[in-house]
């Protein structure tokens, strides 16, 4: 139809045009990840711990400072996805499913890549100091750490453990940044953002563990990951152990400290542990896409049972637990 005459040839071609135009703006809307701000629920217990704390922040103003806040949230993974996205894609060339993403198809390119990187970073970490100076200053930290996650010469993805513990770090900076997002002056326990961050170090090793088995070669893997060339299903599965380990230990010193009611909820967190563990045991396991996890009922159930929970017993005093864990030692 093209050629059978001039007038014919002409609207096609802008046709094919703009299909082309929407297929690459498509690709570099794929890379941000939208889908992945599920993850960004991690900042809400943050929020929940700073109004609790100080009820006097609740105001005509806090909706709008929340929403700007996770937006800016949002917006800063998502600068962190699409550098992410480009520096993997020759390994993700060889994953059995990665090597659909856009960037492994050589649908973007470098200048488009880092426009939409720096674009999504400004916005972001301005979106933060524009709500609160602490805002700000979180989301410049989870930025800096997406480049040391994913830029040589640190690229701490490829090494054992480090792969792990640097991404999880994620999870404390969300929780900071709904703290922050309230506009809280003071500044959240130690022992909640550690146990916070092993319970990120966590997940994590379970997703790895994960996508070991679902890979099912130990090379192949390595060719994906340099860090599979050291991982074994039960090194990770040991390290799962010592980061849960190290998250419930962390956790009682708050507990103990802060919030000696929060101990009733121990029996939902512990079974939280366990059934994402067995998640991870399944074939084409759940747990390797994190940001789909809503999905499996049961979980998100769960998940939704031991939040309100822990909700319910920031709110209610039970006081025969005083005495019950009371010293019964003298203390130094």
Not at 78 to 90: G, K, P, R, T
Not at 248 to 255: D, K, N, S, V
Not at 280 to 294: N, R, T, V, W
Request: hydrophobic share 50%.
């Amino acid at each position: 139809a093209a050629d059978a005459g001039h007038g014919a040839g002409q609207p096609v071609r802008l046709v094919g045009l703009r299909v082309h135009t929407r297929v690459k703006l498509g690709a570099y809307l794929e890379i941000a990840r939208v889908d992945h701000w599920f993850k960004n629920v991690f900042a809400f217990p943050g929020i929940v711990l700073a109004l609790h704390t100080d009820p006097s922040l609740v105001g005509p103003s806090l909706a709008v400072s929340l929403g700007a806040a996770m937006l800016g949230l949002c917006l800063t993974a998502s600068s962190n996805y699409v550098i992410n996205e480009y520096l993997d894609a020759e390994t993700d060339r060889k994953h059995p499913t990665k090597k659909n993403r856009p960037a492994a198809r050589g649908d973007v390119t470098l200048g488009g890549v880092l426009v939409e990187w720096l674009l999504l970073a400004v916005a972001g970490i301005g979106l933060g100091f524009w709500v609160a100076p602490g805002a700000g200053w979180t989301l410049l930290v989870l930025w800096l750490m997406g480049i040391a996650y994913n830029v040589r010469p640190l690229r701490t993805k490829e090494h054992p453990y480090l792969d792990v513990t640097s991404e999880a770090v994620n999870n404390p900076l969300r929780l900071l940044l709904g703290w922050y997002a309230t506009q809280s002056t003071l500044i959240p326990p130690a022992s909640l953002l550690l146990s916070y961050w092993m319970l990120g170090s966590y997940l994590m090793a379970v997703k790895r563990y994960a996508e070991l088995r679902s890979i099912g070669d130990r090379d192949r893997a390595a060719a994906y990951r340099r860090s599979f060339a050291w991982y074994t299903e039960e090194r990770l599965l040991v390290s799962a152990m010592a980061y849960a380990s190290a998250c419930a230990l962390f956790a009682g010193m708050f507990i103990i400290r802060y919030r000696i009611e929060l101990v009733l909820s121990v029996p939902f967190v512990a079974a939280f542990f366990a059934m994402y563990l067995r998640v991870g045991m399944d074939d084409d396991s759940a747990a390797m896409k994190p940001e789909h996890l809503y999905k499996h009922r049961p979980l998100l159930a769960l998940s939704v049972v031991t939040f309100v929970v822990c909700l319910a017993l920031m709110s209610v005093d039970f006081e025969f637990l005083d005495p019950l864990f009371a010293p019964t030692i003298p203390a130094e």
